[in-house]
Structure formats: structure tokens, C-alpha cells
């Protein structure tokens, strides 16, 4: 089957921890995601990468990395820098070409921090 | 500043009724709009807009987009429970392919 998957479903972080979010998908997409949602909030973009070993800023990337070593998969962190990180985290990925936008998601993360 | 705004945020109905959803968006660059349905966790895709006027239908939903005025709605005729959901509109642009920018969403309620 081919899809996006994320891990771990839920994760719980201590003030001051980095904690890495897996995303991979087997779609062969060529680009990959990281969206942030807050309740009653939609989906703002934090990073995104068109090819492997590329990436960009999104519109809050402050307290997050990412790396895109491999081409189905596209990593995660937030840092001790992220003041706010409890929220449910999407990554998608899609396909680049002429006529379709469409995204796919994977069925997300939800940070906690305690 | 690009942005996307829906309205209402949130909707109440009963089943059998019939809902309108709006998007409206102030944008440079854009290519098309999309709408997606976040029932649970993953937002799964519904419509992709690229050209003003044309409607897409899928069942009891369908589409439009007004280039024109920098809008679309969504409908969603004869409603049931698993319309229940969040609705969210996105545009994406000419540049920084793949890019997209999503409004807050519409969380619907369908009561039975």
C-alpha cells in the first residue's frame, strides 16, 4: 500500500528535550511537508523540501530543523527553542508536476510537552 | 502578505440541509485552490480550482471558484453525520512549487 506514515502517533516532551518526528512516505513524491495545527487553527507550514538535500523555510520554521536525506523520507525536530510546541503535527508530500496540487497527509503527530 | 480566510468558522446543521462554505483569498502569484475534508487526523483531498466559473462535482459535494472576486464556495447538499468534519481551503502558487497556504477551516457539525 502506498501512503504517508508518521511516528509515533502521540509524544510527550519535558521542557528543554529535542524530539525528532519521523515522516515517510513510498509514494515517490518529490516534495515533502511539515504543516503545525492548533485547535481551531488550520494548517501553517513550518519547512518544506522539493529534492533531496534541499530545503525551505516555511512560515514558522523559528525552533524547528529538518533534513531530507533520502528522497521518501523528511524528519522533524523540534528544538529546546520552541517555546510553544504542543500541537498536532501533519507532514504530506506531493508530487511535482503541471496540473496537479494536491497533497498528501500522513495521519500526524501530537506533541505534548509537560 | 499572502492569505486565505473561510467563513464560518464553525456551522451547525441538521441532516438534509444543505450548506454553503466560503474561501476567500488575497494572494500573489496564485495557480489554484483546493479543498480538503480533516475528519480525524489527515486532511484527505476533495477539489482542486484552477479556472473561474467551472463547477466540480463530486456526489453531494460540489465546487466553484470566482477568480474574479478571489473566492469559492462549497457545497454540500442533503447533509449526514459523516460530513461532520473540518473543511479546509488552500491556495497554491505559481512559485515555490508545491508551496500551499491554508485558511482555518470550517469545522461543520451535522446533527442527526
Known amino acids: 500500500d502506498g501512503g504517508i506514515t508518521q511516528s509515533p502517533k502521540y509524544l510527550f516532551r519535558k521542557e528543554g528535550q529535542n524530539v525528532t518526528l519521523s515522516c515517510e512516505q513510498n509514494?515517490?513524491?518529490?516534495?515533502m511537508y511539515w504543516y503545525r495545527q492548533d485547535p481551531g487553527q488550520g494548517l501553517r507550514l513550518i519547512y518544506y523540501?522539493?529534492?533531496?538535500?534541499?530545503?525551505q523555510k516555511g512560515d514558522i520554521a523559528e525552533g524547528y530543523s529538518v533534513s531530507r536525506e533520502k528522497k521518501e523520507s523528511f524528519p522533524l525536530t523540534v528544538t529546546s527553542a520552541q517555546k510553544n510546541p504542543t500541537a498536532f503535527y501533519l507532514c504530506?508530500?506531493?508530487?511535482?508536476?503541471?496540473?496537479?496540487?494536491?497533497?498528501?497527509f500522513g495521519p500526524g503527530t501530537r506533541l505534548t510537552v509537560l | 502578505e499572502d492569505k486565505v480566510v473561510q467563513s464560518p468558522l464553525s456551522l451547525v446543521v441538521h441532516e438534509g440541509d444543505t450548506v454553503t462554505l466560503n474561501c476567500s483569498y488575497e494572494v500573489t502569484n496564485f495557480r489554484s485552490l483546493l479543498w480538503y475534508k480533516q475528519e480525524k487526523k489527515a486532511p484527505t483531498f476533495l477539489f482542486m480550482l484552477?479556472?473561474?466559473?467551472i463547477e466540480k462535482k463530486s456526489g453531494r459535494l460540489s465546487s466553484i471558484l470566482d477568480k474574479k472576486e478571489l473566492s469559492s464556495i462549497l457545497n454540500i447538499t442533503a447533509t449526514q453525520t459523516g460530513d461532520s468534519a473540518i473543511y479546509l481551503c488552500?491556495?497554491?502558487?505559481?512559485?515555490?512549487?508545491?508551496?500551499?497556504?491554508f485558511g482555518d477551516g470550517t469545522t461543520l457539525t451535522v446533527k442527526p
Open positions: 504530506a508530500s506531493s508530487i511535482l508536476r503541471q496540473g496537479t496540487d494536491t497533497q498528501y
Open positions: 523540501s522539493q529534492i533531496v538535500n534541499d530545503f
Open positions: 484552477t479556472s473561474s466559473g
Open positions: 488552500a491556495v497554491a502558487f505559481n512559485t515555490n512549487a508545491g508551496k500551499s497556504t
Open positions: 509514494l515517490n513524491h518529490d516534495a
